[in-house]
């Protein structure tokens, strides 16, 4: 066992980070079976990061031309299906989860594997690009206690937010350390600009226009000086906005299948959408230790983060 909490219990080490023996099987899978395309795009985040909210921007983007926004996807899809998860128990080989061969070009993959620990295959193709997501840990923290707790069978006792801070500040969470995580990625993003683009869910949040033009351009679907006329881009920030996407009755009620023993409501990817709600629920002592936390682990690399 790893920790008190109900959520964290199982989770193994392996090389430093965290997971789920289920999402251990899934990443051997993955290094021995899976074969990137030159086209495919992977979004990768840490849980909680922001992930939903890019994939639907990451979609609307990549497949505007093809489908424009009376009858877009998004509208009847949650971006979960639109942009599946890699991470999806691919050693059960059930291919209602993802069908990696059907899937139209480009493919649109996502993952929440730390950059380490991703299959040579996904790192040595120089093609393939990589969008990811960052927030800060404060928020991430909060955000994936509401989520754990809202899928609490009812039979388990509550996990309060003091186990999961401890928890988190250990490094104990899916994918974790958070800090780890981040770092992965930001550095390769230094190193390989061209394949991974490295984005702030805050810098998303104070301008979107901006951060959908960047991620066109990156991913080798630029807006044309017309379709900016036309505004496009403010079309598709207003498709994925949080008010948007969580009022769409997909939404509001339907279920997510990520894997044979994994469902979740639609609802609960949806809390507040917003920027510094932690501050509401930590105390200043558990805010002062996370900002240490990141200032520490993100000083020596060089990683500057403005805490909310
Ligand atoms: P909060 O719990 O702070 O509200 P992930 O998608 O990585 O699981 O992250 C979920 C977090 O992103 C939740 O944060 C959720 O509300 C927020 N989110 C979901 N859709 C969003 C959107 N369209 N715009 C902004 N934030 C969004």
Not at 84 to 97: M, N, R
Not at 120 to 134: K, Q
Not at 242 to 269: G, I, M, P, Y
């Amino acid at each position: 066992p790893t920790g008190k909490g109900w959520m964290t219990e199982h989770l193994v080490q392996y090389q430093g980070f965290w997971f789920s023996p289920n999402g251990l099987k899934n990443l051997m899978w993955l290094h021995d079976h899976f074969n990137p395309r030159p086209t495919d795009i992977f979004l990768a985040s840490f849980p909680k990061a922001g992930t939903t909210w890019l994939k639907a921007l990451v979609f609307a983007t990549v497949n505007r031309t093809r489908h424009g926004f009376s009858d877009h996807p998004l509208l009847t899809n949650n971006p979960h299906v639109c942009f599946p998860f890699l991470d999806a128990y691919l050693h059960e080989k059930d291919p209602s989860f993802l069908d990696l061969d059907g899937s139209t070009t480009p493919r649109l993959l996502s993952t929440h594997i730390p950059y380490a620990l991703l299959p040579d295959s996904m790192t040595a193709n120089r093609s393939c690009r990589f969008v990811y997501i960052y927030r800060d840990p404060k928020d991430v923290l909060v955000s994936k206690w509401h989520f754990l707790s809202k899928r609490r069978p009812q039979e388990l006792p509550p996990f309060s937010l003091e186990e999961a801070f401890e928890l988190f500040c250990r490094g104990i969470s899916h994918n974790g350390p958070f800090w780890d995580h981040v770092l992965g990625y930001w550095k390769a993003s230094l190193e390989l600009p061209e394949k991974i683009l490295f984005l702030k869910y805050e810098d998303l949040k104070e301008e979107p226009f901006g951060a959908v033009k960047r991620i066109g351009e990156f991913l080798g679907f630029p807006f044309s000086l017309e379709e900016e006329r036309e505004g496009v881009v403010e079309d598709i920030v207003k498709l994925c906005s949080f008010e948007n996407l969580s009022s769409l009755e997909v939404n509001r009620t339907s279920v997510h299948k990520f894997s044979a023993d994994s469902l979740v409501d639609n609802r609960h990817f949806f809390r507040k959408g917003i920027v510094g709600d932690s501050n509401n629920y930590l105390t200043a002592e558990m805010i002062k230790r996370l900002d240490e936390i990141t200032s520490h682990k993100f000083f020596g690399p060089g990683l500057l983060f403005h805490n909310s």
